[in-house]
């Protein structure tokens, strides 16, 4: 990995950090009216809209508001929700596991059937796996997650009582119940990923076994298997990485979608039900932090980009 | 797998052999079904249908009868007339935000790609962003402090289709720029203008294109993400996907109520990632084939 490239990397990112806390923070400014108004409710007595309005320093300029604004938020200070009176990270910190553990397990199940499939797929294009696996990964690209979500909830909790409609028991209590009350909704979320990485995969490795260097490795008689897997995959590895990097942002949005159907306590109910509280400090804060989360997931994503392809990672250094 | 005789570049051959096929019977079915939804949604006002916001035209949860083809919902409303009036919000969100989308991030995708340099790195900068904000966490965001409208999450989800359009013309762009053809025009004097237009477009469009109808299949997804969490048009218009919601909790007596509104967005996204695939397959010029 060059050093150099990796510094330009790191330097990008703090216009991007600087940018997404500075959209974050602007929320607050985009609803209707006064923010502690609408924070407190038209109801609040005019000393509790004083008292917010100082805490948010909304009788100070924007540039000022946004860095002590910033100020508390380095700090860990995301502040607190004016219904429950709980610190926002503090929620966050209770809930994240939760959404990690979606997040992981949908992943994982996407990666180990999406890569066997299409290695499979590849090998024999238009063979009769190539053309059950496509249009099988075709039909549930077209399912909504809210919707597969419904339907697993219908057929294997309402008709077949396999599984949880909703509910969640913590890992360390009980991890048998854990993954019991996960299944559907970690398949719900990981179906339409194992379609979109296993239609990527297909075509680039389908692309990839059409170059020269793979006639030639089939000119010197290597098998089939060992062409897909040490000479095609990773070369056609390549979209799949960016791919898994730009989905883990619908991933996320997903899990939200998810989380509110399952009533999973995770970050994504805890917004959407900080929505409906109109508990916009909270809502602010969890969608600073997720929003700062994937902007590392994608640094990531972008140094894993240069490793898999020296011709990226070249091309970038030079440039 | 040992092959039982020699099997020269086999791989060419078959892919070779799917490549230009004509656009087939299920494009056509899926443009069809497209047709019909947008007219249906257009001229939903004339139809013999009920009001879909009035309660108690039948007993609730009442399944398909012939008098209510698709069933009545949990207050009584006509199911069939509520998910043809619920396809006007996903079609219009869809759509015009995707329009908007492209007409954005197409420019800035294909300017990028080609001149590179600092446009580029401040370009993509704005882009990475735009889609460091988790998509549909931005929406959320956006249209729950704006408060829920067509307008609010058609702007919402028209913003956040920038950055990924930009992307994938950028890279659509960049994988031409350096082609021979492009460089060879470059070589014999060119105007910059002159290769975008006549060099870089005809090949980025028709990806463009396919590109935006399966974009419009996201966004009308993401309009019912949103209208399942409660958060796009007001209650008593019906939408596609706070009807899938509304069917939630009965869903041990009265299924259809769900799964109504389910099939009609599940088919209408079908079909157009069925369409926007078929194009792409048409068009798309690949090594392979040259």
Redesign the interface.
Same mark, same amino acid.
């Given at each position: 990995m060059n050093a150099r490239y990796l510094g330009r990397k790191v330097l990008l990112l703090v216009p991007v950090l600087f940018a997404v806390s500075a959209l974050s923070f602007l929320l607050l400014n985009l609803l209707p009216g006064d923010p502690a108004i609408a924070i407190l409710g038209p109801s609040a007595t005019e000393q509790s809209v004083a008292a917010l309005r100082h805490d948010l320093d909304l009788d100070q300029p924007l540039p000022v508001r946004y860095v002590r604004w910033m100020g508390h938020t380095v700090t860990g200070d995301l502040g607190r929700s004016y219904v429950s009176n709980q610190p926002t990270v503090e929620a966050v910190r209770q809930r994240l596991p939760v959404t990690l553990e979606l997040l992981l397990l949908s992943q994982l199940l996407a990666l180990a059937l999406a890569i066997p499939l299409a290695l499979l797929a590849a090998s024999k294009p238009n063979g009769l796996l190539d053309r059950a696996s496509t249009s099988t990964a075709f039909a549930f690209l077209a399912i909504p997650n809210f919707m597969l979500g419904v339907l697993l909830i219908y057929l294997f909790a309402v008709r077949v009582h396999l599984f949880p409609a909703t509910g969640y028991t913590p890992f360390h209590d009980h991890p048998i119940e854990n993954l019991r009350a996960m299944a559907l909704p970690a398949v719900t979320l990981g179906v339409a990923e194992l379609a979109v990485y296993l239609r990527l995969l297909r075509s680039d490795l389908i692309a990839t076994l059409q170059q020269d260097y793979i006639t030639m490795a089939q000119a010197k008689g290597m098998s089939r298997n060992h062409i897909l897997l040490r000479h095609a995959l990773r070369p056609s590895a390549f979209s799949l990485v960016t791919a898994a990097g730009l989905n883990l942002g619908r991933l996320i949005g997903g899990a939200f979608v998810v989380e509110y159907l399952f009533a999973l306590p995770g970050i994504g109910s805890l917004t959407v039900e900080s929505i409906f509280k109109r508990d916009y400090i909270v809502v602010q804060g969890t969608v600073l932090l997720v929003a700062v989360g994937y902007v590392l997931a994608n640094f990531a994503v972008d140094v894993l980009y240069g490793v898999l392809d020296p011709r990226v990672r070249h091309a970038r250094a030079t440039a | 797998?040992? &092959?039982p005789q020699p099997d020269p !570049?086999s791989?060419?051959v &078959?892919?070779g052999s799917?490549g230009r096929r004509r656009l087939g019977l299920l494009f056509w079915a899926s443009v069809g079904w497209l047709g019909l939804i947008a007219t249906l949604a257009a001229t939903a006002d004339w139809l013999p249908i009920p009001d879909p916001t009035r309660p108690g035209v039948a007993p609730a949860r009442q399944p398909p009868t012939l008098h209510h083809l698709l069933g009545v919902d949990v207050l009584g409303r006509d199911m069939l007339s509520r998910t043809i009036h619920g396809a006007r919000v996903s079609l219009v969100v869809g759509f015009s935000s995707i329009a908007f989308g492209l007409l954005v991030g197409g420019a800035v995708g294909v300017l990028a790609g080609y001149f590179?340099g600092r446009f580029e790195a401040i370009a993509m900068?704005t882009v #990475?962003?735009l889609? !460091?904000?988790?998509?549909?966490?931005?929406a959320?965001?956006?249209v +729950? $402090?704006?408060?829920p409208s067509l307008g609010t999450v058609t702007l919402a989800i028209g913003v956040l289709s920038i950055a990924?359009i930009a992307r994938i013309i950028r890279a659509s762009t960049l994988a031409f720029a350096q082609r021979e053809f492009v460089l060879a025009a470059r070589t014999v004097g060119a105007r910059h203008r002159r290769i975008i237009v006549n060099e870089i477009l005809p090949n980025v469009i028709p990806a463009a294109v396919s590109f935006a109808l399966v974009a419009v !299949?996201v966004a009308i997804?993401s309009e019912? !993400?949103l209208a399942? /969490?409660?958060?796009s048009v007001a209650a008593p218009t019906p939408t596609w996907?706070s009807m899938? %919601?509304e069917?939630?909790t009965v869903?041990?007596d009265a299924?259809h109520i +769900?799964f109504v509104p389910?099939a009609a967005? $599940?088919l209408t996204? /079908?079909a157009l %990632?069925?369409a926007g #695939?078929s194009l792409r397959a048409r068009f798309d010029v690949? &090594?392979?084939r040259l």
């Open positions: - | 797998m040992p &092959e !570049a791989a060419d &078959e892919h799917t590179r900068g #990475d962003v889609l !460091a904000f988790p998509a549909l966490v931005f959320l965001a956006l +729950s $402090f704006l408060g990924p !299949a997804v019912g !993400a399942f /969490l409660g958060l996907g899938i %919601n069917g939630r869903l041990q299924p +769900s389910s967005m $599940f996204v /079908l %990632n069925f #695939d690949g &090594e392979g």
